[in-house]
């Protein structure tokens, strides 16, 4: 897992160099694609429930499973969220960044970028055995609503392993001391999904992009987790 995760960081950190006032969502798809390929593995994404992609491209409102398009192109002053998935040998990482477009970031904007990553680490700071998932939860949703913003609830983080989404689910809130107990040896993915306004999502006629319904911006992070015997180890740093 730790070599999955190792592919999904190269790729995220390739397309975050990419990302740039002009670049389409299409550019980051097929340059992932090359490199996910070049690294001897296969992308986790594409197929899966019949997503056409490697990458889930998601820019401003849009808060998850955005395609990627020629159509559309990134501008000074956007974010986007990039999600990547990858399988070696069976074995899946998962992880997810959202990158400023140029240097014009909207300071609320780019709080929320901020804040949305922290959220993430706030989270993977909570697993050690022992701890429980609504601990995870808790700690992710205390960092985000102190700003102001709301986690998503209609999707959650996720156990993986052989399979990209095994159980449990993972939720971005929670209260602290509820829920199942966390053992060494387990893996999770852990992806804050935040909306700056309200966090209502609606899914778009293309069946998948889920956009944030009051229109605000909307920022990912994750991270593939392994809890380990003293704490947790990031696979895909
Ligand atoms: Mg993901
Ligand atoms: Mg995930």
Redesign the pocket.
Known sequence: MRRAGRVVRETLELVRGLVKPGATTLDLEKAAEAHIKAAGAKPAFKGYHGFPCVL?TSVNSEVVHGIPSQKRVLKEGDIVSV???AIVEGFFG???ITVPVGQKIDPDTARLVRVTEASLHAGIAAVRPGATLGDVGAAVQGVVEAEGFSVVRDFVGHGIGVHMHEDPQVPNFGEAGRGMKLKAGMVI?I?PMVNAGKPDVMVLEDGWTAVAADGSMSAHF?HTVAVTATGSRILTD
């Open positions: 889930c999600d990547c998935g998962d992880a997810a993915a992806e994750e």
